[in-house]
T-cell receptor, first 111, second 113 residues
Framework: EDKVVQSPLSLVVHEGDTVTLNCSYE??????LLWYKQEKKAPTFLFML????IEKKSGRLSSILDKKELFSILNITATQTGDSAVYLC???????????FGAGTILRVKS | EAEVAQSPRYKITEKSQAVAFWCDPI?????LYWYRQILGQGPELLVQ????????DSQLPKDRFSAERLKGVDSTLKIQPAELGDSAMYLC???????????FGPGTRLTVT
């Protein structure tokens, strides 16, 4: 059965801290891995990763994929209260573009 | 940036009643998806359309759920009869093609009492 597992389930940090969110997967016909941010509404797209070892960066957020070990990490540096959200990891399969989602990591940044 | 539209945003219904949700994808997006997200879980695909055709409905509870996209543009998801376990966020998403990024709508939060 295809599955995506995220850890930790939740964490609380203080503003300015750096956090690392983990995503491991066992999915047939892997095509790409995506990260989304969800704040009490629809998920918003952060990154799509297809190749191992190439870091994607957007401001304070960065992500990398390891296709050999079947995992990805999402790093957030200098966290702000606006980073508080659920971070979802999803894997897109080669056929049909179906996304298999993990349960998410709940991040709370305290001021 | 163009957005996926969904309505209603919130719906409260009693069990055994019928309920319907509507989705209008981004113009030109041929692929449309309905996902269900139960509180505390990630979204799960219910049905995927390519134009007006269903390409994946393997996780759709077909005894009570139905979905259509008659003209290959907007789509309706129906539940009849609704059960308590159907309480969830129903997300519609669209993409230009089957290998493209998904854009999500704001979702419809359904509460069944």
């Amino acid at each position: 059965e295809d599955k995506v597992v995220q850890s930790p389930l939740s964490l609380v940090v203080h503003e300015g801290d750096t956090v690392t969110l983990n995503c491991s997967y066992e999915v047939t016909n892997f095509r790409s891995l995506l990260w989304y941010k969800q704040e009490k509404k629809a998920p918003t797209f952060l990154f799509m990763l297809t190749s191992s070892g190439i870091e994607k960066k957007s401001g304070r957020l960065s992500s990398i994929l390891d296709k050999k070990e079947l995992f990805s990490i999402l790093n957030i540096t200098a966290t702000q209260t606006g980073d508080s959200a659920v971070y979802l990891c999803a894997v897109a399969q080669e056929y049909g573009n179906k996304l298999v989602f993990g349960a998410g990591t709940i991040l709370r940044v305290k001021s | 940036e163009a957005e996926v539209a969904q309505s209603p945003r919130y719906k409260i219904t009693e069990k055994s009643q019928a309920v319907a949700f509507w989705c209008d994808p981004i113009s030109g997006h041929a692929t449309l998806y309905w996902y269900r997200q139960i509180l505390g879980q990630g979204p799960e695909l219910l049905v995927q359309f390519q134009d007006e055709s269903v390409v994946d409905d393997s996780q759709l509870p077909k005894d009570r759920f139905s979905a259509e996209r008659l003209k290959g543009v907007d789509s309706t998801l129906k539940i009849q009869p609704a059960e308590l376990g159907d309480s969830a966020m129903y997300l519609c998403a669209s993409s230009f093609g089957v290998r493209q990024r998904l854009y999500f709508g704001p979702g419809t939060r359904l509460t069944v009492t």
